[in-house]
């Protein structure tokens, strides 16, 4: 079988330059060890004895007793005595409890995705055991896989040779190409042909044993991105600093001075990134390596010596912006602290003056932004103050099948934010209501609905709409006018909002209606007056409607026709130009905007004129029912016949 041999290749190839014995010779107590071959992503392990997880690197020697765990998008390989292998994927946690000279051993698999290839069979009396949530897997010498998860379901996948599976007391030889389940607290169940193949987990859990320096150089180049546009931020603020420094401006200066902090970190971060990065011959620890001391390699990257050159100006104008406020102000830290609202002792004046300085010229003033938990620096015009949660953009909505929407947003954790409201536009038609809370369910039929949404006009030419919501709230600050050293203070109310957000919405095509001729009697007598109901029983809104209705003119003759209760608040016209028939026509009133339900759509008055023993049929010829966006509807129809009887 070639099932190794286009997956493992490179990893055999560590495996030999590892390894310490060969196939067949026993292992000296003192290599008792597991090897990390190599890994991908974030993979920490706990030594024994350490109270710590710490990071894993490749090389790192494991011995009994020790962990290892991969994180979310980690993935690592394991050497084990006897060439063992052992490839877990992210989210994994793996205990080492005992390791055999043999080649055998003992580890337990808490949760997680675990591929095991034994490569040399294991001699009599010898195995290689795993332990994991109420399940113990035994083998001698196979490959299989384990997928375990979090509430400790266990799924064990045999691919070469038979593996032993026992659990509640319960063992279960699983044959290679089959699989079985333990659920937990539960058996094996009987093992039953898989449908995985060892190529297609395998792919799974492979970790890329080489990355290009092409893509080395693209992820090096986001970084040297980033560090530039922290100097471009830094220097507008250091300009700003400056500014405010010159007037004597100590609101702005500590406003500026806050965000230090951030920029320290964020170049603390970066410049350790990216010096270990351009590195002379930085090794990513694939073997591939990258040579930044001159010039670039690749136009696009800055030389090891320019990037220092931007470390060291941010650093300076940083230590300036502390240098020149340290001689300003005695206590800087408290300072900004009465700008927050955090001291209420103090120069209040510092808090007015604050109160005027909007930095980024969205509509509140710095000090205003920073209670509100708002970056006062990052201008909100274009994605708001409110972040918007559901629906998304782009969204459909289909309805009768789905009659309400879930409007969802992330109110400010301030008591200074109230009186949210969401609101809905589209065609030049405007709908608002007030957010109690950060959910609101709107059905379909009030967005509809003429007295509250008034959208159903929009759907006369089409049956898809799309619609623009969007949050706004109410800010009640403190402003001040500066004209005067002593003008009392004045509660203002500001209005925020979230950026705007589309959906769409469809009156789905279809539907069905029942129209159904209903006399008030089925026999007459000559002369008599005959009143024939039209009940309609429609599960699709309906806003036209056109039908005729035939009959025998020698038997029936047409008198009048009155609308019904069903067609409320709205006209029929009856005509009856054509010999024989009847026709019914209308369209609900623009103020309704639509029909739903059931009921009578209108009474026909017939003059009975045929003698005993005819019979005349009341037949729908057309029924045709359209809904908002002229939807056609399917209609079921229901005759009748009207018998004449010998005069009483």
């Not at 990893?11 to 060969?22: E, R, S």
């Not at 949760?111 to 055991?129: I, R, V």
């Not at 930095?359 to 708001?384: C, F, K, Q, R, V």
């Not at 209760?565 to 369209?587: H, K, M, Q, Y």
Request: glycine share 10%.
């Amino acid at each position: 079988m070639k099932l190794l041999a286009s997956k493992f290749a490179l990893v055999l190839l560590l495996i030999t330059a590892l390894a310490t014995t060969c196939i067949g010779q026993a292992i000296a107590d003192d290599d008792l060890t597991a090897t990390v071959v190599r890994q991908a992503g974030k993979v920490e392990v706990k030594l024994t004895g350490k109270k710590q997880w710490e990071r894993s690197e490749p090389d790192l020697v494991l011995n009994s007793g020790d962990m290892i765990r991969t994180l979310k998008g980690g993935k690592v390989q394991l050497l084990f005595p006897g060439e063992t292998i052992i490839l877990i994927k992210e989210n994994s946690l793996l205990d080492i409890k005992a390791l055999s000279p043999d080649g055998g051993g003992k580890v337990k698999a808490l949760t997680g995705d675990f591929l095991f290839n034994l490569k040399q069979a294991l001699s009599p009396g010898s195995t290689f055991e795993v332990e994991s949530p109420g399940a113990l897997a035994v083998v001698r010498g196979t490959i299989w896989a384990e997928f375990i998860s979090l509430d400790g379901e266990l799924l064990l996948v045999a691919f070469e040779d038979d593996a032993e599976l026992t659990a509640g007391g319960i063992t279960q030889i699983v044959p290679a190409g089959f699989e079985s389940t333990v659920p937990p607290g539960g058996t094996p169940t009987d093992p039953e042909p898989t449908s995985l193949t060892l190529a297609d987990v395998e792919s799974g859990f492979g970790i890329p044993d080489e990355i290009e320096a092409e893509n080395l150089e693209l992820e090096l180049e986001a970084w040297l991105i980033e560090l530039q546009r922290l100097e471009n931020d830094v220097s507008r603020s250091h300009g700003e600093f400056l500014d405010y420094y010159e007037d004597d401006y100590v609101a702005g200066m500590t406003l500026i001075y806050r965000n230090i902090p951030g920029y320290r970190d964020a170049l603390n971060m970066l410049s350790e990134s990216i010096l270990e990065m351009m590195a002379p011959d930085y090794v990513r620890g694939r073997g591939v390596k990258i040579d930044l001391r001159g010039e670039s390699a690749v136009p696009s990257l800055l030389s090891l010596a320019e990037v220092i050159k931007i470390i060291e100006h941010i650093e300076d104008m940083l230590d300036e912006i502390e240098y020149y406020i340290s001689q300003f102000l005695s206590n800087p830290d408290d300072t900004v602290d009465r700008l927050t609202g955090l001291l209420p002792e103090g120069d209040p004046s510092l808090g007015i003056r604050g109160g005027q300085i909007d930095s980024d010229g969205d509509g509140l003033s710095d000090a205003l932004e920073i209670t509100l938990g708002i970056d006062p620096n990052l201008n909100n015009d274009m994605d708001g103050f409110i972040s918007l949660l559901a629906p998304q953009d782009g969204e459909v909505f289909s309805w009768p099948a789905e009659y309400a929407i879930e409007f969802a947003f992330e109110p400010l954790e301030s008591d200074l934010v109230n009186n949210y409201r969401i609101w809905i536009e589209s065609g030049g038609v405007e709908y608002s209501q007030p957010a109690t809370s950060d959910q609101v369910t709107l059905t379909v039929e009030s967005l509809l609905d003429p007295a509250q949404g008034n959208f159903a006009q929009l759907f006369a030419d089409t049956n898809q709409v799309t619609l623009t919501w969007y949050v706004t709230g109410e800010v009640e600050s403190t402003m001040v006018d500066l004209g005067g050293d002593k003008i009392p203070a004045q509660l203002v109310t500001q209005l925020i909002a979230s950026r705007r957000g589309t959906f769409d919405l469809r009156l789905a095509e279809g539907g069905t209606a029942l129209c159904r001729v209903a006399p008030a009697t089925t026999t007459v007598r000559p002369d008599d007056l005959l009143r024939v109901e039209l009940y309609v029983d429609s599960e699709a809104a309906l806003q036209d409607v056109a039908i005729r209705l035939r009959f025998d003119p020698s038997i029936l003759e047409f008198e009048a026709g009155h609308t019904g209760l069903f067609w409320t608040n709205s006209v029929l016209f009856f005509g009856d130009t054509a010999p024989g028939e009847v026709t019914i026509s209308g369209r609900i009133n623009r103020d309704m905007g639509f029909i739903q339900g059931s009921g009578v759509l209108c009474e026909l008055e017939f003059r009975v004129r045929g003698q005993e023993g005819s019979v005349s049929p009341l037949d729908l010829l057309e029924t045709t029912f359209t809904g908002p966006g002229e939807i056609e509807i399917s209609v079921l129809r229901e005759d009748s016949l009207i018998e004449v009887l010998g005069a009483a």
